[in-house]
């Protein structure tokens, strides 16, 4: 009655092949709903302030070029497993036709599931550690994804490390990038001495240093890939955002020479208004914006990303990765709650399989789908969008550190001041780099 499933195999990775094509569905929205979806939006946004204050690290100077951007050979370890001659675990991939990891479901696995402890991790941030903030329940912790037509492999830290030995990994975008970005740490970290790991914060980079690897995992924000007035690492509550076009260097030139990058960006550009797009610079006196559609500067930024990539990395020696549009739990009424709730008090996990929530997300996906189709270097979308819509429970709601001491209106309605954008860690966005790992291995 049941197949056994199918084990992804230590294959070496010849070629890869694009995104599979996107289904379009336009359920009517009502005008209501699509301006009480904007206005979380807007609320989200300020959210995403608070996100670095917690990250004190030393400002040191940052010497960006002190690092060979050639990636060394494999160290036996990994080779022994790997992959023939000097192919790179993580160059171009073969796809599981048959599989695609993205599709399946969430099974209940409190035997391996969570990776690791929230407390066992003092990388978390304060807005992500949801226990040590009171929330009551653990369930969302011991969920494992199972893709339809084959088994994820186990996260293997150890070969994640070796696989990281004499190089840089860097995830570029948001907060939402950061959570997997310190998911990532959190999954590696016990490997490594106390006395040979560090994280630091230089402005825009956190870099965390393996030194018995001499490995860095970095995290680079950047919510938007181009320039933009929200690009200070801190203090970037700025509710009328503008994007300056052609500018993806401005960021770009730190990200030069990693040998694995992933990209998000996404919330920051649902906007309720058109977007601002700037020609020219943030410095010049009369300053030229255009204002675009959100679908046309979304667009726009995915061209300018794949044409930087083109340039400025070697398929041959790099990972590039694409994580997908991280979905928000703003309005129960999308999965048929209460009409004023929200993520607060979610334990449970949406069950409708074909669930996604509002439509916003559709041209979004169709335009990742499109530019992905249509380049010949070879990008890893990581498409966790469907598999966390389920995740109505994984979000860290009021169980976070709060940097604004709460009103009296806050405290006797808790759902108000709600986070229904981020993830508690451990938790989903662990599954995410269980899917970022298949893929860097056994594409
Ligand atoms: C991502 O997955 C969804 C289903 O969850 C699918 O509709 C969409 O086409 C996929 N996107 C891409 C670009 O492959
Ligand atoms: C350390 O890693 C960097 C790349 O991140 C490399 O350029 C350098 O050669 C490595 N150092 C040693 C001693 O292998
Ligand atoms: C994990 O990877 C290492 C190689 O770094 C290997 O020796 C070990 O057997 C792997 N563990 C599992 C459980 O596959
Ligand atoms: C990548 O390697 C292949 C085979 O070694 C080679 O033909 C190709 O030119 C290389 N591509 C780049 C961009 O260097
Ligand atoms: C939370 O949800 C449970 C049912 O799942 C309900 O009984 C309880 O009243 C809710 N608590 C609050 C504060 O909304």
């Not at 070496?12 to 995104?19: D, E, G, V, Y």
């Not at 030194?211 to 919510?223: D, G, L, Q, S």
């Amino acid at each position: 009655m049941h197949n056994p499933k199918k084990r992804m195999k230590l294959e070496p990775l010849r070629s890869f092949s694009s995104p599979t094509s996107i289904l379009i569905r336009k359920p009517p929205i009502s005008p209501y709903l699509l301006f009480t979806f904007l206005a979380f939006i807007i609320f989200a946004i300020f959210l995403y302030g608070e996100d670095l204050r917690c990250i004190i690290g030393q400002h040191h100077h940052l010497h960006l070029d002190h690092i060979n951007p050639n990636p060394l050979p494999l160290s036996a370890a990994t080779e022994k497993h790997q992959i023939h001659d000097t192919k790179l675990p993580f160059s171009v991939g073969e796809e599981e036709k048959e599989c695609d990891v993205f599709s399946g479901r969430w099974v209940w696995d409190p035997v391996n599931h969570p990776l690791y402890k929230e407390s066992e991790c003092p990388y978390i941030q304060p807005q992500l550690t949801c226990q040590e903030h009171g929330r009551p329940d653990r369930d969302y912790q011991f969920w494992r994804w199972q893709p339809h037509a084959c088994s994820l492999p186990s996260f293997n830290a150890s070969l994640m490390l070796e696989t990281l030995r004499n190089k840089r990994m860097m995830f570029v975008g948001d907060s939402l990038n950061r959570g997997q970005y310190v998911s990532m740490v959190c999954l590696l970290h016990s490997l490594i001495p106390d006395n040979a790991k560090s994280m630091e914060t230089f402005g825009s980079l956190t870099v965390f240093t393996a030194k018995n690897y001499n490995a860095t995992i970095e995290f680079y924000w950047a919510p938007f890939l181009l320039e933009s007035n929200a690009d200070d690492a801190v203090i970037h509550r700025i509710s009328d955002r503008i994007v300056r076009k052609g500018s993806i260097n401005k960021h770009g030139k730190h990200w030069k020479g990693v040998d694995i990058i992933v990209f998000n960006t996404y919330l920051w550009w649902m906007t309720d208004a058109d977007f601002k797009i700037l020609h020219g610079s943030f410095n010049d006196e009369v300053k030229q914006i255009v204002e675009v559609s959100t679908d046309d500067a979304y667009r726009m930024m995915m061209k300018s990303m794949m044409r930087w990539i083109k340039e400025n990395m070697d398929p041959n020696k790099t990972r590039v990765f694409f994580t997908g549009m991280s979905p928000t739990h703003q309005m129960s009424i999308e999965w048929g709650g209460n009409p004023n709730g929200r993520c607060y008090n979610q334990t449970k996990m949406i069950a409708d399989p074909n669930y996604w929530g509002s439509d916003s997300k559709k041209n979004i996906m169709k335009i990742i789908g499109d530019v992905f189709r249509e380049s010949k270097f070879p990008i890893t979308f990581l498409n966790i969008t469907q598999l966390s819509l389920y995740r109505k429970d994984a979000h860290t709601s009021i169980y976070k550190k709060q940097w604004n001491p709460l009103t009296p209106e806050q405290i006797a309605n808790p759902s108000s001041y709600a986070d229904c954008i981020h993830w508690c860690l451990p938790g989903l966005q662990d599954t995410w780099n269980e899917l970022l790992f298949s893929k860097l291995f056994f594409p």
